[in-house]
T-cell receptor
Framework: GDSVTQMEGPVTLSEEAFLTINCTYTATGYPSLFWYVQYPGEGLQLLLKATKADDKGSNKGFEATYRKETTSFHLEKGSVQVSDSAVYFCALRRSSNDYKLSFGAGTTVTVRA | DAGVIQSPRHEVTEMGQEVTLRCKPISGHDYLFWYRQTMMRGLELLIYFNNNVPIDDSGMPEDRFSAKMPNASFSTLKIQPSEPRDSAVYFC??????????????FGEGSRLTVL
């Protein structure tokens, strides 16, 4: 079945460091891909998305490019801040007719001042 | 506009007791999802509804779990009887399923359940 695999954490960084969280997927057809972020004590919220190959999603300094050839959707940010400390989830939506999301295990990121 | 509202935020109960979690989706959204989050299993989809009708309940762990959506603005997830392994954070999410919409999910803040 469709699934998402993301790098295990936790990840600890210093402020202004470069962040990469790897995400690969397995799916038939042409899924939509998402990154969600969960701040402490809160629900998940959409960070960025891409709906077709080669699309780049971006938000709050984060970017991810939908790479069909490598079935990947890696999340990157050039200079992290303490406020970026959160759990990041890669997710997949199988098709435009399917409204449920399959989530990866989540990667905990801690940014230290 | 209010987001997805869940209650209670925290629930501590004893094994064997009935637990009811509640959710009010965003007004106008026609999809509602119940997810469970644990350290061991991550985020699991339990069940989802479209226009108040259950579409896929294959993620519901067992018969002790049941979910209802009596109207467009309210859903419940019930566990009876509860067991310690049910301890988790339960999230409700809603979505607007228009054609061409990417189907972004809007999550509530979750209900943290502890079963002693």
């Amino acid at each position: 079945g469709d699934s998402v695999t993301q790098m295990e954490g936790p990840v600890t960084l210093s402020e202004e460091a470069f962040l990469t969280i790897n995400c690969t997927y397995t799916a038939t057809g042409y899924p939509s891909l998402f990154w969600y972020v969960q701040y402490p004590g809160e629900g998940l919220q959409l960070l960025l998305k891409a709906t077709k190959a080669d699309d780049k999603g971006s938000n709050k300094g984060f970017e991810a490019t939908y790479r069909k050839e490598t079935t990947s959707f890696h999340l990157e940010k050039g200079s992290v801040q303490v406020s970026d400390s959160a759990v990041y989830f890669c997710a997949l939506r199988r098709s435009s007719n399917d409204y449920k999301l399959s989530f990866g295990a989540g990667t905990t990121v801690t940014v230290r001042a | 506009d209010a987001g997805v509202i869940q209650s209670p935020r925290h629930e501590v109960t004893e094994m064997g007791q009935e637990v009811t979690l509640r959710c009010k989706p965003i007004s106008g959204h026609d999809y509602l999802f119940w997810y469970r989050q644990t350290m061991m299993r991550g985020l699991e989809l339990l069940i989802y509804f479209n226009n108040n009708v259950p579409i896929d309940d294959s993620g519901m762990p067992e018969d002790r779990f049941s979910a209802k959506m009596p109207n467009a603005s309210f859903s419940t997830l019930k566990i009876q009887p509860s067991e310690p392994r049910d301890s988790a954070v339960y999230f409700c999410a809603s979505s607007l399923g228009l054609a061409g919409n990417t189907g972004e999910l809007f999550f509530g803040e979750g209900s943290r359940l502890t079963v002693l």
